[in-house]
């Protein structure tokens, strides 16, 4: 079977390969799914540049999230069958013909909610709302995220007006305004216009902003953090400037606000597994209702895994970049 190797880390771009490898067969407690669509997230292109919080033994097949259909089970697997259709994240060396995973992290996915759709549904809008109940935000509320274009932004903001929460959507660019619009997002301000936290006041009033998502480090944290009422949190979700959080110990003494990070693979590991069937079962009816829209910007099959991995560690993406198998 065709799996995507790299043999040393770097820029996923030069190291990624498309190799032959031995079609592998459930253990006891696993299902085999002949791949579909595979998406490329972030932390998978992290990963094979050797920086990122978990790092394999090499040689490596990437992909954490894969979309397919069950043809194999193992021992002792009953809720699921030859010819389901699924989709499974968490896992590793996801981007291959064939993926081995454990059925109890297998989710099975109607036929409302498309292949392209389903691939990534689990891992980063998972995140999302787990991120979302984080922030210990009530209906009616005000939260404000930067880089609210990518994945997990478009995601929360989704998942919060779904609950009734009141999201400010921070963007770098002016287009950023009408991307988000497409897929029903508001309240979106562009921090490259003058002014632009004269217009989130606007927008917000006279209600407090209780809790912000940060994504891009540096100055666009304490951005964020002086915008915040008092008491406020200010959530580090990521670092996308490569830049240290730079704050106002001014905002931190008087408003007596707080700084948080938020790494999905700890929140998951203390989460119980009711709580991640109630976020699951959450994500599939808004998927097949239309409420929540994961855009897709490119697929490439996975013979060109090299340039898809490009593509993908590009900005001003509208969407993911999958691989189709």
């Not at 400037?241 to 606000?257: T, Y």
Request: hydrophobic letters at 45%.
């Amino acid at each position: 079977m065709r799996s995507v190797i790299y043999s040393s880390f770097g820029n996923p771009a030069e190291v990624l390969q498309v190799a032959e490898r031995p079609t592998p067969n459930p253990g006891a407690g696993q299902v085999r799914i002949k791949s579909t669509l595979s998406p490329i997230h972030n932390h998978d292109l992290w990963t094979i540049r050797g920086q990122y919080g978990y790092k394999p033994k090499l040689p490596a097949v990437g992909g954490t999230e894969v979309a397919g259909v069950i043809d194999a089970i193992g021992e002792g697997v009953e809720h699921l069958k030859p010819g389901q259709r699924v989709v499974v994240a968490g896992i590793y060396e996801g981007w291959a013909d064939y993926v081995l995973a454990p059925a109890a992290a297998v989710v099975p996915l109607p036929d409302a909610i498309s292949d392209e759709t389903g691939c990534q549904l689990i891992a980063m809008p998972l995140s999302a709302v787990m991120l979302l109940e984080y922030l210990h935000l009530e209906p009616g509320q005000w939260f404000i995220q930067n880089t609210a274009n990518g994945a997990v932004g478009k995601t929360l903001a989704m998942l919060a007006n779904a609950r009734g929460i009141n999201g400010v959507n921070l963007v770098r660019r002016e287009a950023g305004i009408a991307e988000l619009a497409e897929v029903g997002i508001g309240n979106a301000v562009s921090t490259e216009s003058d002014g632009w936290k004269k217009r989130v006041r606007e927008i917000v009033g006279d209600a407090p902003i209780l809790a912000g998502v940060d994504s891009v480090g540096g100055d666009a944290s304490g951005d964020i953090f002086g915008l915040l009422g008092e008491n406020g949190t200010l959530v580090s979700f990521g670092a996308m400037s490569n830049e240290p959080m730079r704050l106002s110990s001014g905002d931190a003494i008087f408003k007596q606000a707080t700084v948080k990070g938020f790494w999905a693979s700890k929140i998951f590991e203390v989460t119980s597994g009711a709580d991640k069937a109630r976020m699951i079962g959450e994500l599939l009816r808004l998927a097949a209702s239309g409420e929540l829209k994961l855009p897709v910007e490119a697929v490439f099959d996975v013979e060109n895994a090299a340039q898809a991995a490009a593509m993908s560690a590009k900005s001003a993406r509208k969407g993911k970049v999958l691989l189709r198998f």
